[in-house]
């Protein structure tokens, strides 16, 4: 079981950025970021293959980055020109198959961090 640590939610206003971290015990070929909006369902954000590989969803490209240092066993997400609507617990996720952004490739969980975007 991998362990995962989050850290740099807060709140900011719209057009603002923040950087959220995730610290892992061990490597795991794939690394992800998941939210989950107030009353919704847990959505994929963007994910990272151990070689650099990464997907965003759409409603991200352009204004979020994903990166990991592997040597550090950590996982970045730099967060630009926040909207209202990405206000959400954001969750980091680890998977050793598919980078896929999909809840079923991913077995280890953090805690998530809070994210609060105002307008």
């Known amino acids: 079981q991998v362990q995962l640590v989050e850290s740099g939610g807060g709140s900011v206003q719209a057009g603002g950025s923040l950087r959220l971290s995730c610290v892992a015990s061990q490597y795991t070929y794939c690394m992800a970021w998941f939210r989950q909006p107030p009353g919704k369902g847990r959505e994929g954000v963007t994910s990272?293959?151990?070689?650099?590989?990464?997907v965003y969803a759409d409603s991200v490209k352009g204004r979020f980055t994903i990166s990991r240092d592997n040597a550090k066993n950590t996982l970045y997400l730099e967060m630009d020109s926040l909207k209202p609507e990405d206000s959400a617990v954001y969750y980091c996720?680890?998977?050793?198959?598919?980078?896929?952004?999909?809840?079923?490739?991913?077995?280890?969980w953090g805690q998530g961090t809070q994210v609060t975007v105002s307008s």
């Open positions: 996720a680890a998977g050793s198959s598919s980078c896929y952004l999909a809840r079923v490739f991913f077995d280890n």
């Open positions: 990272i293959s151990g070689s650099g590989n990464t």
